[in-house]
């Protein structure tokens, strides 16, 4: 059974850092990987979909990386805004087609602070 | 981008009530969605996966009977809380993927359910 975990649970940065959230999994046989962000009582909104034949993704600020060997992604976020406090959730699936299915992180809560 | 519609955003219901929750793709067709439940600073957990024009799948631990759910369309699924206790409170998320696309979920805004 596959399990996602998200390293820190909480983090606290001044505007302008540079910052590199983790997730690792436990079942390196995955379809691909799904970087989220969640607003408070919002839903999901999609990040970046690493597959997983693929190292990395960038999309503007944002960079995730995947290691399939290791059971690792990282989200790295470039010079932080306050506008990207939310919490970034992960999570991998290992099917695809009608078995496609998610399992989550429980996600890291981030605070930029102005 | 393709978006997922949830309706109710937010329900306030008294125990022992059914309360129903839309999830509806607008700019797509999907003949899979996924109802998820969200506790306070927990991840996601899938409970069923809903199909258009068949039964619902339901995870192990999920109670069949308590947690109706009805494909009808293509656009549209629904999630019925059945005797709703206060236990049920929490946040549930619909997804969807565009069919014939496989590998992305469109996630809908969410319903904040509170059973008094």
């Known amino acids: 059974k596959q399990e996602v975990t998200q390293i820190p649970a909480a983090l606290s940065v001044p505007e302008g850092e540079n910052l590199v959230l983790n997730c690792s999994f436990t079942d390196s046989a995955i379809y691909n990987l799904q970087w989220f962000r969640q607003d408070p009582g919002k839903g999901l909104t999609s990040l970046l979909l690493i597959q997983s034949s693929q190292r990395e993704q960038t999309s503007g600020r944002l960079n995730a990386s995947l290691d399939k060997s290791s059971g690792r992604s990282t989200l790295y976020i470039a010079a932080s805004q306050p506008g990207d406090s939310a919490t970034y959730l992960c999570?991998?699936?290992?099917?695809?087609?009608?078995?496609?299915?998610?399992?989550f992180g429980k996600g890291t809560l981030l605070t930029v602070n102005p | 981008g393709a978006v997922v519609s949830q309706h109710p955003s937010r329900v306030i219901c008294k125990s022992g009530t059914s309360v129903k929750i839309e999830c509806r793709s607008l700019?797509?067709?999907?003949?899979?969605m996924f109802w998820y439940r969200q506790f306070p600073k927990q991840s996601l957990m899938l409970m069923a996966t809903s199909n258009e024009g068949s039964k619902a799948t339901y995870e192990q631990g999920v109670e069949k009977d308590k947690f109706l759910i009805n494909h009808a369309s293509l656009t549209l699924s629904t999630l019925t809380v059945t005797s709703a206790h206060p236990e049920d409170s929490s946040f549930y998320i619909c997804?969807?993927?565009?069919?014939?696309?496989?590998?992305?979920?469109?996630f809908g805004e969410g319903s904040r359910l509170t059973v008094l």
């Open positions: 997804s969807a993927p565009r069919a014939g696309v496989i590998g992305e979920l469109f």
């Open positions: 999570a991998a699936s290992n099917s695809g087609g009608s078995n496609y299915k998610l399992t």
């Open positions: 700019d797509f067709q999907a003949t899979t």
